[in-house]
């Protein structure tokens, strides 16, 4: 029974979608600031893309895709985090790999289980009006895990990502830090499947980590300011599509994009007024300060007017 909410989400399947954007928008930019921070933007595509092998592995075994789909991005992230932590490729080349056996694998098992169509769209594109509530109840548990795991071990998980040397030195399990993160981000990238889909699942987890790292002043602002970008996204985005018929998770996506451009543009011309103000400051030059010999005559003469007359007791006698 849908809740008596105002327009545009008056009706059920738009409070659905209105939870599930929200969940979302709340925990994608979570894990993307970490990942932002160690410099691996892309991370999230690439474990998309290795979800897109999974969700064809459960359409061909006729199980729910968003198990099998988390199963293999689990797999996966483990897999580039232990090639990129044993040295064997960059991180770069770790997420290329995978990036395109995912894709390959995706394309091969899609076509032998006969499931090129609708279906499929939905994942790679998102379809978030068409959440039901038990696939609601999914992106929920998924979501509940990121936002404790950051909320539990957050702090632990910007030492590792800031100074990987730093926290091994402090005794810091780096290993296992390190894995928790990956199985984290293809948590988050699973979650986000019915929202935004595969191919935009990046963007979603980067944007808002960009604009509030413009905002923000700290680590646990980033946080804040990532997290609610993210959701207003997903809210406008969401009224938006409603009322110009669009697709909602692009739509959403390019929300982001437009917070981002925003709020760069703030910034720069930010900037450039403190420059100016700099740079005419310098031509000014030190206003207040006093010439240094008008000073040293100006107390000489204030000096000698305490100073007693020799001759005044003189004429008085």
Do not use: C
């Not at 894990?31 to 892309?42: A, N």
């Not at 006729?62 to 044993?86: C, D, F, K, T, Y």
């Not at 009006?129 to 696939?135: A, I, Q, S, Y």
């Not at 110009?244 to 543009?265: E, K, M, R, Y």
């Amino acid at each position: 029974m849908p809740l008596p909410l105002p327009w545009p989400f008056e009706r059920e399947f738009m409070q659905l979608a209105l939870l599930a954007g929200v969940l979302v928008g709340l925990s994608a930019p979570l894990i993307g600031t970490f990942v932002v921070q160690r410099r691996m933007s892309l991370l999230g595509d690439g474990i998309g893309h290795l979800a897109f092998t999974g969700v064809a592995v459960g359409l061909l075994l006729e199980v729910w895709p968003v198990w099998s789909a988390l199963l293999v991005a689990v797999a996966g992230a483990l897999g580039i985090e232990r090639l990129r932590a044993q040295g064997r490729a960059s991180g770069d080349l770790a997420l290329a790999l995978f990036f395109y056996g995912g894709i390959a694998g995706g394309v091969v098992i899609s076509g032998k289980a006969g499931a090129l169509d609708a279906n499929l769209f939905a994942y790679l594109f998102g379809s978030i009006l068409t959440v039901t509530r038990g696939e609601l109840l999914a992106v929920a548990v998924l979501s509940g895990a990121v936002i404790a795991a950051v909320a539990i071990g957050g702090r632990l998980l910007f030492a590792v990502v800031v100074d990987e040397e730093w926290a091994r030195v402090a005794g810091l399990p780096v290993g296992v830090l390190n894995g928790v993160l990956a199985v984290l981000t293809a948590t988050a990238v699973v979650a986000a499947m019915r929202v935004v889909g595969i191919l935009l699942i990046a963007a979603l987890m980067v944007l808002p980590v960009a604009s509030a790292q413009v905002l923000a002043r700290s680590q646990r602002g980033t946080l804040w300011w990532a997290s609610g970008i993210g959701v207003g996204s997903a809210v406008v985005g969401l009224v938006a599509a409603r009322q110009w018929d669009l697709a909602p998770g692009g739509t959403i996506v390019l929300v982001a994009l437009v917070v981002f451009l925003v709020v760069s543009q703030l910034d720069a011309r930010r900037r450039l007024g403190v420059v100016a103000r700099a740079v005419r400051a310098v031509r000014r030059g030190p206003v207040d300060a006093p010439d240094p010999v008008l000073a040293g005559t100006i107390h000489a003469d204030h000096r000698h007017t305490h100073e007693p007359d020799p001759h005044a007791h003189e004429v008085h006698r």
